[in-house]
């Protein structure tokens, strides 16, 4: 058996921190604080994935911290691009870990692995956490929503994907119980990958939200339950504290001038008006970047682990793992 990076008592250890880590972000976001629903359930599963860490991410970028001061709070840029990001790791993530978890017993090879893995990622975070559940906030149909959303989604995935293939790869190459469902060495690993990848793709979101490419963190007092807009009516309620005057918005629009509280110029990741003004070399040339970044993360992967790795086969038995002081 390999030695293992740390004792397992510490592995369980983390495991009890992420449990109470979750339990605390999901009670705060369903009592308290007024996001966006499909972005609670998003910290919700980064915070799972990421422990301790995703909860003083959300302490200090989404928690409300008194009634009423939640659109304030969150109007950073640097808040925003989090919320960007964190909508981009439960979706990709989610997508990278259950493929991982399924993979598995098929006995493939890591090399192989990794793009199922990818495309998993992608698939999950572009049809289900960008075009399903932002298509209403976006004022799309579906199939708009799929269109508007495959740029920028791509580019998130290639920057988190480069920041997760090579962990995974590396402590995998390290501990092979990592690459079996059944074994906690694979939830850690899985952590540490999400750990790294969202902060390789943290720059790239940031980008995307300045540019008006993506969506930022947003409230439900002026986006609604989901990501519908609230009528203005009802958002009128809320004046001094709210985006209101949202009602029958379409992409590509502000909310009227005579709209009561903060509109959705207020918050620069909510309003995503201007990204039809990125030229299309900008584009390409960032896009470009991130599968750069990509290809980055595959070198490192492949050259610090071994991507002819399949579960269940020893190690020993591999090309080069006979090597004098290789410990099993």
Known sequence: MPEPLFPEYLLWIWFALTALSVAYVAWDLFTSTPEMKVMKWGWVLVTL??????LLVYWFSCREPSPGTHEQFIAPLWKQ???STIHCAAGDATGIIVAAAITGYFGLSMGVDIWLEYAAGFAFGLFIFQALFMKDMMGL????????????????????????????VILMTRDMRAMEANSPWFWASMSAATLVGVVVSYPVNYWLVKNKLKHGMGTERALGHGGSPLPE???????????AGM??????QS?????TGHNMAAMPGMDM??????SGLRKAVVTLLTLLMLAAGYWLAARYGDLTMR????????????MPGHRM
Do not use: C, I, K
């Open 141 to 168: 149909s579906y199939g708009e929503a799929v269109r508007e959303s495959f740029l920028p989604e791509w580019m998130s995935m290639n920057a988190m994907m480069a920041g997760m293939l090579p962990t995974m």
């Open 311 to 322: 579960p269940g086969v020893p190690m020993e038995a591999m090309p080069g793992m006979d």
């Open 233 to 243: 009516a009802a958002a009128s309620a809320h004046a001094g504290h709210t985006m």
């Open 255 to 259: 909310a009227s001038p005579s709209a």
């Open 273 to 278: 008006s201007g990204g039809a003004q990125v």
């Open 49 to 54: 994935y990421t422990g301790p860490v995703g």
């Open 247 to 252: 009602a029958g918005m379409s992409h590509g």
């Open 81 to 83: 691009a989090v919320g």
